[in-house]
């Protein structure tokens, strides 16, 4: 017996992914500000800068980056 059910597809909304990291490692946001890495150590003890650990890994904030260098400019 054949049934008379249409199979549509299911409607769904897809999120895009965001276009950059929400983290990078310590390395890679020494590269993306310019700012040394004992510099960059310096501005996250006194919380300029948010980290995540992660294992041993430590996890630098795109966005924290961003608002420091926006918060300096002249």
């Known amino acids: 017996a054949q049934s008379n059910m249409k199979l549509?597809?299911?409607?769904?909304?897809i999120t895009p992914l965001p276009l950059e990291p929400?983290?990078?490692?310590?390395?890679?946001?020494v590269q993306l500000t310019g700012i040394?890495?004992?510099?960059?150590?310096?501005l996250i003890a006194a919380g300029e800068?948010?980290?995540?650990?992660v294992g041993a890994s430590t996890l630098v904030s795109v966005a924290s980056l961003r608002q420091l260098?926006?918060?300096?400019?002249?």
């Open 36 to 42: 040394g890495r004992s510099k960059l150590y310096q």
């Open 69 to 74: 260098v926006a918060s300096r400019r002249r």
């Open 49 to 53: 800068i948010e980290t995540a650990k």
């Open 22 to 29: 929400l983290t990078v490692r310590i390395p890679v946001a």
């Open 8 to 13: 549509t597809p299911a409607t769904f909304t």
